[in-house]
């Protein structure tokens, strides 16, 4: 099980997830306060519900190690599960004084799977603190639960009699730090099912995709990549060509099959994320644009550069639909806040206080204490010795002190 691992600040800006950079696509500024400084906050309630049904079809296609079985072969154990899931992640409800009400879990049952660690570990939490969910209203919980025992038939319906046709299902599978020429991409395909003819790609949504999103959109090009990375390591069991890519929408039960994307598609993709690495680079970092790309940024991005601050993308409109760095957005309007880069050298500061020990940021030559003794040794020092040594030398490294030569007298 992965746990938190703070993020190194000089690889920020090479390191992309596909909804990552979809987010740094609609807003720079947006991107800016949710991924690169995030602040923690509740999960919004059709994110934890939609991982729910992710873990739930996860434990339902995962086998037994040594028997092979698979679980849950009636319906009423499945939904058991969903209602144990459900009601034991959700359960423990309350009203905040501000109006929200939250909920949070102290029997956190998502702990055992990789993709609840990460996104506790988005909230920059330990894995085993409560995870807390804003809810929009008190019988949203139960308006969910209702929807998963829905989703869940269906699914359980198409699903039980084919999982033991051969098919190897890897589920859940994680690429991090993937190395696409100086990028490093990060993400989790839901389940790549294999046979021996191919592999296909599956994708789990709660809703269809736009034509053009499922066509070319950069999610099933990242997991494209990945399954060519993965394959050439050999983690891909009798490394098939990949056949296709497909979205299943769990509310409609139903598949939507996506096309391979082209090498000049991929080619497109590289690009647009380099620009987006020379974009960030120049704007927390203050380095210039490699010749090539900086001809490709727009104006206002140079600017940005030039400043050390994102301009978020005025006027607010569809875009703004899910951000959640809304108050920050407002305050950077107002002029409230630091650039982008002061806020990003701040909060690495502070994650460094976090991580080093205490003596090693504590300015000890400016206690009190220490200036004082530090005087009396200078003090000391110059009664002591025969020549005047200041301080700033006798500390100083590969300074020999002046050697006291003592001479024998012979008492007569
Ligand atoms: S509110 Fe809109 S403009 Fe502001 S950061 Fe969020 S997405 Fe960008």
Not at 59 to 68: D, N
Not at 101 to 129: H, T, V
Not at 172 to 186: I, M, P, S
Not at 314 to 342: I, K, M, V
Request: aromatic residues 12%; charged residues 25%; proline residues 8%.
């Amino acid at each position: 099980m992965q746990r938190h691992r703070p993020r190194n600040p000089r690889n920020v800006s090479k390191m992309w997830s596909a909804t990552g950079f979809d987010t740094a696509v609609a807003c720079d500024a947006r991107y800016f306060w949710e991924v690169i400084i995030p602040e923690p906050g509740p999960e919004p309630p059709l994110g934890v519900w939609g991982i729910s049904h992710h873990y739930m079809f996860q434990r339902f296609l995962t086998s037994h190690r040594s028997t092979g079985r698979y679980p849950f072969e009636q319906l009423k154990d499945f939904l058991g599960a969903w209602r144990g899931l459900w009601w034991g992640a959700v359960g423990d409800m309350r009203t905040m004084p501000d109006g929200r009400i939250l909920a949070s879990n102290p029997r956190n049952p998502f702990n055992s799977l990789e993709k609840f660690d990460s996104w506790i570990n988005r909230q920059r939490k330990p894995p085993n603190q409560p995870v807390e969910v804003a809810w929009e209203y008190l019988a949203q919980p139960g308006v969910l639960f209702e929807q998963g025992n829905e989703i869940l038939t269906k699914f359980h319906e198409r699903h039980v009699r084919r999982r033991g046709d051969g098919t190897i299902n890897l589920l859940e599978v994680r690429f991090n730090g993937l190395d696409w020429h100086g990028l490093k991409l990060n993400g989790v395909i839901d389940r790549i099912a294999i046979q021996p003819s191919g592999a296909w790609i599956v994708d789990y949504k709660d809703r269809w995709l736009d034509y053009p999103v499922l066509a070319s959109g950069t999610q099933l090009t990242f997991y494209q990549l990945a399954y060519h990375y993965l394959r050439a390591r050999g983690k891909i069991p009798g490394q098939p060509p990949l056949r296709g890519m497909f979205i299943y929408n769990y509310r409609r039960n139903a598949f939507q099959a996506a096309p391979l994307r082209t090498p000049r598609e991929i080619g497109h993709l590289y690009l647009k994320l380099r620009q987006k690495q020379a974009y960030f680079d120049g704007v927390l970092f203050g380095r210039r644009p490699p010749t090539d790309l900086a001809s490709t940024l727009p104006s206002e991005k140079l600017r940005d550069i030039e400043t050390g601050d994102i301009t978020p993308l005025f006027p607010r409109g569809n875009h703004c639909r899910y951000c959640r760095a809304f108050r920050q957005c407002r305050e950077w309007e107002l002029g409230q806040r630091p650039t982008a880069r002061q806020a990003f050298a701040e909060r690495h500061r502070l994650e460094k206080v976090k991580l080093v020990p205490s003596q090693l940021v504590i300015p000890v030559t400016q206690e009190p204490q220490v200036v004082a003794r530090a005087a009396e040794y200078e003090q000391l020092v110059r009664l002591v010795l025969p020549v005047q040594i200041s301080l700033e030398e006798l500390i100083a490294p590969r300074v020999s002190l002046p050697r006291i030569r003592v001479r024998k007298r012979r008492v007569s």
